[in-house]
């Protein structure tokens, strides 16, 4: 039969509902028996003791809320009785021994990416074209329209005949109800034209909204983002487009490429619009040196690559109850393999770590990595609650809906992607990663923004979980989507790649999800799997504006 309830750590005092139960229930647990008193959700949580109004919830085996009244074994915690709370942290000892993993069956294994002059290897070969300023969207919206067709990289669109039906309905007389009513075909195919250059996966257009206004430092973290785009070993060479006079200038973001790539050797073609001229005139310079870029760009093959040149970014967004026991530590195993073969993982979303900081600080292979990773916790929040916020705020009404009640119950499941190895470096936002092992990157929690962030620093494998589904990708980079239960993975099947609903109930250890996560990794590092969100070209890109962004 399968098991109901679950208690994550020994030292917890909840226990998660695995499925849904009534009051009244009776239910045994590790040879202890517990009345449910009220109605539990499946993902929700209900208590092991007696509680007074201010004492202390643990679950994962830290504090994650404080009871607002008393009370009883077998209540179910709301968001009415339980306040967010978590535990302050300092900068101790170090604590950065931990037990590698076995990782005999990959020690051998390669993957088929795109070598770069500079070391890295790529998963993907993409093209970019890059506004410095928003001013210049309009014009990236023109090279879009005119380019990606004519190469062959315009996707058909599944709901085009679907429209032409009822348009033809409409004209022969059919009436509302009938529009609604009626059967048409939907062609469930992501076909693609042929490529004019086979060996570039895309062109791909990061369109945003800075560049100039607000404050300077804005402008210049802008720079450094579409700087990590730009050398990123998915990146075959861009095309950029500034206007001229934009706060956003061309010899910042040049600074920003030399500090991330001294040797830079990519393509680079850049045009500003004040000096040339007309549109006109930019917009077919623009044509004539992409074309040139990508011809070059196509010369770049598939070569086998070692398993320590894959960089994963670790995110999660529409998070659940279910996402800290099944999808989160399943990729955390993940991370330990791939830290453990010389590799490398980015562990993000600052505010979605509020509660574990102390042992994430412990783990921080040096104090002074430590001390970064402090301040940039307090300093964030800080900047939070002057602006009348702060992280307990951040779980989303969906969040809350499906079990994570509070910031630090999100939070400590959250932190279960990063594994259990050392943190061998923290970055500030949009530093680039340079060494193997755990990163803590300081991000968002905001699903694109965070994303965006990883794959600025480098990630170019991005695992993505998700409990109640979302449609998140990159342009550059492949986001593998994972459920953390099986009712989402066959609900949204067209957006979700793996499944880890298999650890809930039963079929799977979370060691055994993570290796198979792994394996996928590999494939879809070789271009032998195209996951879901690059079918659907799903192309968010939103860059951090560095003010307060939960």
């Known amino acids: 039969m399968r098991q109901r309830i679950l208690k994550v ?8 509902a695995l499925t849904d139960i009534k009051a009244g229930e009776q239910l045994s647990y590790q040879n202890e028996n517990y009345t449910v008193l009220d109605d539990v959700q499946a993902k929700h949580k209900f208590l092991t003791t007696d509680l007074k109004a201010g ?53 051998n294994r390669t993957f088929m ?6 070391g890295s290897v790529g998963t993907a070969n993409y093209w970019l074209v890059i506004p410095m300023v928003f001013c210049e969207n309009r014009n990236i919206d023109v090279l879009q329209e005119t380019l990606t067709g004519s190469l062959g990289y315009k996707r058909k669109n599944n709901y085009q005949s679907q429209a032409e039906q009822l348009i033809a309905l ?73 206007l001229g006079c934009q706060n956003a200038q061309v010899s910042i973001l040049q600074s920003e490429i030399a500090k991330r790539d001294p040797n830079f050797s990519k393509p680079l073609y850049i045009l500003e619009q004040q ?3 007309t549109e006109a005139d930019m917009l077919s310079w623009a044509i004539k040196q992409t074309l040139a870029g990508l011809a070059k760009a196509n010369e770049c093959t598939r ?43 980015i562990l993000a979303e600052f505010p979605e770590l509020c509660g574990v900081e102390q042992n994430l600080s412990d783990r921080c292979t040096t104090v002074e990595q430590a001390e970064r990773f402090s301040n940039l916790m307090r300093t964030y929040e800080k900047r939070a609650e002057e602006a009348g916020s702060g992280f307990d705020m951040n779980p989303s009404p969906g969040n809350i809906k499906d079990g994570l009640i509070t910031d630090a119950i999100k939070s400590a ?129 939103i860059p951090w504006k560095r003010g307060v962004s939960l």
């Open 9 to 16: 750590h020994p030292n917890d005092n909840v226990i998660v």
């Open 55 to 107: 004492e202390e919830v643990i679950m994962y085996g830290v504090l994650v809320g404080k009871a607002q009244t008393d009370l009883k074994r077998g209540n179910v915690i709301t968001t009415s009785n339980l306040k967010h709370a978590a535990l302050g942290f300092e900068t101790g000892e170090r604590k950065t021994d931990w037990v590698k993993p076995d990782v005999s069956a990959w020690q």
């Open 113 to 118: 990416g795109f070598h770069r002059e500079d």
């Open 170 to 242: 409409y004209k022969n007389g059919a009436k509302t109800d009938e529009l609604l009513q009626a059967e048409v075909f939907v062609e469930e195919t992501h076909q693609k034209t042929e490529r004019v250059f086979p060996n570039v996966d895309g062109i791909k257009f990061l369109k945003h909204e800075g560049g100039c206004g607000g404050i300077r430092q804005d402008s210049e973290t802008l720079c450094g983002l579409l700087a990590g785009y730009i050398t990123h070993p998915n990146c075959a060479g861009a095309t950029v487009l500034s």
């Open 275 to 277: 000096k040339i001229g």
């Open 303 to 345: 070569q086998p690559a070692p398993l320590s040149k894959i960089t994963i970014g670790l995110e999660c967004g529409g998070s659940d109850g279910f996402s800290g026991i099944s999808a989160n530590p399943a990729i955390g195993y993940t991370s330990d393999l791939l830290v453990a073969l010389g590799g490398t993982v």
């Open 413 to 541: 499941g959250a932190a279960k992607k990063g594994g259990t190895s050392p943190v061998v470096e923290v970055l500030d936002y949009p530093e680039k990663v340079t060494k193997p092992g755990l990163n803590l990157l300081c991000t968002p929690g905001n699903d694109v923004e965070s994303t965006t962030a990883e794959v600025g620093s480098g990630a170019n494998v991005v695992l993505f979980t998700t409990g109640l589904g979302t449609p998140t990708g990159n342009p550059i980079v492949p986001v593998v989507k994972l459920s953390s239960n099986t009712t989402l993975y066959n609900r949204m099947s067209d957006i979700i790649d793996i499944n880890t609903g298999t650890v809930i109930e039963g079929e799977e250890t979370i060691e055994e999800a993570g290796a198979r996560i792994l394996d996928y990794v590999i494939a879809v590092a070789s271009g032998e799997i195209e996951v879901c969100a690059v079918k659907h070209g799903q192309d968010d890109f």
